[in-house]
């Protein structure tokens, strides 16, 4: 799925030439948006987070130890602005306490019950183990992968991993009766 | 296991299913925006405060003039704290200094020499240039990269890193004496020593290191380790005479290190904001982000939020004035200002875009 970035192109970049990293972003660009969109289940936050990444990314790259780590040190940029994010939706779902949602579009891949409720498993789970679910089932990546994109111990993502997947296989086996709204559910 | 890889499959299919194919072009127009604005600006100035030499006289003529011109500013037209339209302003003279635009903003004089880093031709050194922009010069040649420069108190020599390979990275904390050009190493690690930062007192020294962070007085005497690193870690500042503020970049936390005992104190693991640059004093953090627009400070630990000035979708808090209550920074418009922690006495510096340096090799 990802296309490794060329070495010589991010170490311009760090050097600080803006032609290399707009390359560099342009390359990533579609997956730190498909990542974003996923974790956060909302377009426009995920563009904020890929636009929040972006900058953050050119400002930090100097800073950046080894350019063969771009792609998983990106990763980690996005899930982070993704928990950012989260982090500014949940204040305001705790005022608001409507979480809305862009109704589902039947395309024909996949029954729209699978969808419906694993929509609704994920969105129960925290950002933390929406990140690994999208890091391990979407991107590909092994566990060790993942702990090393997010800087955490491989035994946690184990963890995150095995509950959210519990979570969402109870999702799919759970009667989707009273499941389906027209516009909209409470969070 | 047939099923536990159905549900696996389902959730993969799902995945792909819901993936958008392809980023708005204006998210990456509006990020594009940006960075070439910071890109300016770091050409112009080096990543670390403070960039400016101020001597105390040089320093109070300039604060000074700048107070001169606040009170012009304010005589003529009240500056605004909600968002003036400052990108839209006409444009200025690019000499400096030079009588009021009448937009309510002014170029300001600051003296004093400008600290940057410019590759040219391939090589990575750092060069001086008057704070009004004039006499640009190499001040280090060498084939390795010479990066963060921060001046010593007293303004007389510049402390950088010389980054010699890159992977692994073998990088040593170099002084530098402007007037003469003599250089002097202080640390011999073999390894990676850099991101160096002088104490708030300008009597010891803290730097990244391989192995973890260590302290050192200002001559490069009395070397110590005072923190074993269990991963990365950047030196942001020192927080007082007595620890330093540190960012730990597997989970992007701000760190306090107390220097005696090395124990660490999380400052704000789950509260923003988690950028920003320190004060000099080590005091405040100065910061703009997506929810924060314009420029906005906060103490050093996150808390006592406070906006200073301006409404801009993203402004660039790139440096303190070393007396800690003057900030200097760029927004999208490709200028450099000058304001006051109070938001008063905001002041048109130099347009950072016409100014990125191109020194002769």
């Known amino acids: 799925m990802e296309q490794p970035v060329q070495r010589d192109v991010v170490e311009a970049a760090r050097r600080g030439d803006h032609e290399a990293f707009e390359a560099l972003a342009i390359a990533s660009g579609d997956r730190l948006y498909a990542i974003a969109c996923l974790i956060l289940r909302d377009r426009q936050r995920a563009e904020d987070a890929v636009q929040e990444t972006l900058v953050h990314a050119w400002r930090e790259l100097p800073r950046l130890r080894d350019a063969d780590r771009f792609e998983a040190w990106l990763r980690r940029l996005v899930v982070n602005a993704c928990a950012d994010q989260g982090r500014r939706q949940r204040r305001w779902a705790a005022e608001v306490n409507v979480v809305h949602l862009e109704p589902a579009i039947e395309d024909g891949a996949g029954s729209l019950a699978d969808r419906d409720q694993l929509e609704r498993g994920f969105r129960r789970l925290k950002p933390e183990q929406r990140a690994v679910v999208v890091l391990h089932y979407y991107v590909g990546l092994p566990v060790p992968e993942i702990a090393d994109t997010l800087g955490v111990p491989a035994g946690t993502v184990k963890s995150r991993l095995h509950y959210a997947t519990t979570a969402l296989r109870a999702a799919l086996e759970a009667d989707g009766r009273g499941v389906l709204a027209a516009n909209g559910r409470m969070a | ?361």
Do not use: C
Not at chain 2, 5 to 34: C, K, M, N, T, Y
Not at chain 2, 45 to 55: C, E, I, N, V
Not at chain 2, 208 to 234: C, K, L, P, W
């Open chain 2, 1 to 361: 296991m047939t099923e536990e890889r159905s549900v696996d499959e389902r959730i993969s299919a799902w995945l792909l299913d819901e993936a958008p194919s392809q980023l708005p072009d204006r998210v990456l127009r509006q990020a594009f925006g940006e960075t070439r604005a910071t890109r300016q600006v770091r050409t112009l100035l080096p990543w670390r405060s403070p960039m400016l030499r101020f001597t105390p006289a040089t320093f109070a003529a300039g604060a000074a003039a700048i107070a001169l011109l606040a009170v012009g500013i304010a005589l003529s037209t009240r500056p605004s704290t909600s968002g003036p339209p400052i990108g839209s302003a006409s444009p200025a003279p690019t000499g400096i200094p030079a009588a009021s635009l009448g937009s309510g903003l002014v170029p300001v004089a600051l003296t004093g020499e400008v600290a940057f880093v410019a590759t040219v031709d391939g090589n990575t050194d750092i060069y001086l240039m008057n704070a009004d922009r004039s006499n640009v010069r190499r001040l280090t040649d060498d084939p390795a990269e010479d990066q963060n420069p921060e001046w010593l108190p007293g303004g007389m020599k510049l402390m950088f890193d010389r980054r010699t390979q890159l992977d692994p990275e073998l990088a040593e904390i170099y002084v530098v004496d402007v007037a003469t050009g003599i250089e002097t190493a202080l640390t011999n690690t073999h390894e990676r020593a850099a991101g160096a930062r002088v104490s708030p007192d300008g009597t010891k020294i803290a730097y990244e290191h391989a192995a973890g962070v260590f302290v050192m007085n200002i001559d490069g005497s009395g070397q110590r380790r005072v923190f074993t690193a269990d991963g990365f870690y950047t030196l942001l500042g020192w927080s007082n005479g007595a620890s330093v503020v540190m960012r730990r970049e597997a989970s992007q936390e701000l760190v306090r290190l107390d220097i005696a005992s090395g124990k660490l104190t999380t400052l704000s693991e789950a509260e923003e904001p988690r950028n920003g640059i320190l004060s000099p004093d080590g005091e405040l953090r100065a910061f703009s982000d997506a929810t924060h627009r314009g420029i906005w400070v906060a103490a050093a630990d996150g808390s006592a939020v406070r906006h200073v000035v301006g409404d801009w979708t993203r402004a660039y808090a790139t440096m303190w004035m070393p007396d800690s209550r003057h900030l200097l920074f760029a927004q999208g418009d490709g200028w450099l200002y000058v304001v006051a922690l109070d938001g008063s006495g905001l002041t048109r510096w130099t347009e950072a875009l016409a100014a990125a340096p191109r020194p002769s090799p």
